[in-house]
């Protein structure tokens, strides 16, 4: 009799669903990677259509201490793919809307993703704008770049949070993840597990609180 062997999925407590979303060649699939393999090597390709993947991140708060399961869709930015992206909108707990920090249209057009998918997901959802691509800032003409000051009140002003990333050296992309989880723990953007533990909060906890 042949036997076939079940996948065991790690220890969850919580389920969210997130998209990344914004221009094709902003950064979005690198950032991903960046997360997931840290220093490991990957190859970049652009995404067609749609990517998806699965990773776990430690949630931490003064009272308890979980771990999250992110599905994370990583979406292809170019026009022609806008309908189909579209079409995974529904159920999404946090967008996180990428830029690239040395080109200003896809600032620009930022406004227009996060209006595209408030247009199909209710206000009970969590989304970031991201600036990614900070290595390179130093580097670019100072008149095409997109400051922090401009984006920080690009973000106020739409009522979402901000941060500046590098998928190259991996500045910030942590934190990122960690702040979509805790942000989405907080205001309970999230399917819970059906056995869900909340185990105490070890002081020692390195997570961001």
Not at 61 to 82: C, H, K, M, S
């Amino acid at each position: 009799m042949c036997t076939i062997a079940r996948k065991t999925l790690p220890p969850f407590d919580i389920n969210s669903k997130i998209i990344l979303i914004g221009d094709s060649s902003v950064g979005k699939t690198s950032i991903f990677k960046k997360y997931k393999y840290k220093d490991k090597e990957f190859n970049i390709k652009s995404t067609v259509n749609l990517n998806f993947d699965v990773s776990y991140v430690n949630i931490c708060t003064p009272t308890n201490r979980l771990v999250g399961r992110l599905n994370i869709w990583d979406t292809a930015g170019q026009e022609r793919f806008r309908s189909m992206v579209r079409s995974y909108y529904h159920g999404t707990n946090c967008a996180i809307v990428v830029y690239d920090i040395s080109n200003m249209t896809s600032f620009e057009n930022s406004a227009i993703w996060i209006k595209d998918i408030k247009s199909i997901v209710d206000d009970n959802i969590y989304i970031i704008l991201v600036g990614n691509k900070l290595d390179i800032k130093l580097k670019s003409d100072p008149t095409t770049i997109v400051t922090t000051e401009l984006a920080e009140s690009f973000a106020v002003n739409n009522g979402i949070d901000f941060i500046e990333t590098s998928a190259i050296d991996g500045c910030n992309i942590d934190k990122l993840f960690e702040t979509v989880a805790l942000n989405m723990y907080i205001k309970g953007l999230y399917m819970k597990n059906e056995k869900i533990i909340v185990k105490p909060t070890n002081k020692n906890c390195s997570c961001l609180k």
